[in-house]
């Protein structure tokens, strides 16, 4: 399963990104996608996750209210916009995709069955 993430790149604090990953539909259709991210020398982080009908959305507290998590059916692609960016954002994100369960766990990375390969996030002036 291969999930593609993009739209990493450089950025100054204040400014605004979008990153996507697009899933095969299969996935997208029936597995919650999330986001984390990884600075250097720190662990990796929860970011945001969307189940997979777009009912329900989550978000860490270091993102919340300066992001939203959404999703596109036409591209089976889940997007994160990221606004008010600062320097402690810069990291590698990820997104990853996690199958239907009774119970959901967004932030453990273990949860998830499948992942991207990262893209890059750097807030820097």
């Known amino acids: 399963v291969q999930l593609q993430a993009s739209g990493g790149g450089l950025v100054q604090p204040g400014g605004s990104l979008r990153l996507s990953c697009r899933a095969p539909?299969?996935?997208?259709?029936?597995?919650?996608i999330g986001w984390f991210r990884q600075a250097p020398g720190k662990e990796r982080e929860f970011v945001a996750a969307i189940t997979w009908g777009g009912s329900r959305t989550y978000y860490s507290d270091s993102v919340e209210g300066r992001s939203t998590i959404s999703r596109d059916s036409a591209s089976t692609t889940v997007y994160l916009q990221m606004n008010s960016l600062k320097p402690e954002d810069t990291a590698v994100y990820f997104c990853?995709?996690?199958?239907?369960?009774?119970?959901?766990?967004?932030?453990?990375?273990?949860?998830?069955?499948?992942w991207g390969q990262g893209t890059q996030v750097t807030v820097s002036s």
């Open positions: 539909e299969h996935i997208f259709s029936s597995y919650l």
């Open positions: 990853a995709a996690q199958s239907q369960k009774h119970t959901i766990v967004v932030d453990d990375g273990s949860e998830y069955d499948y």
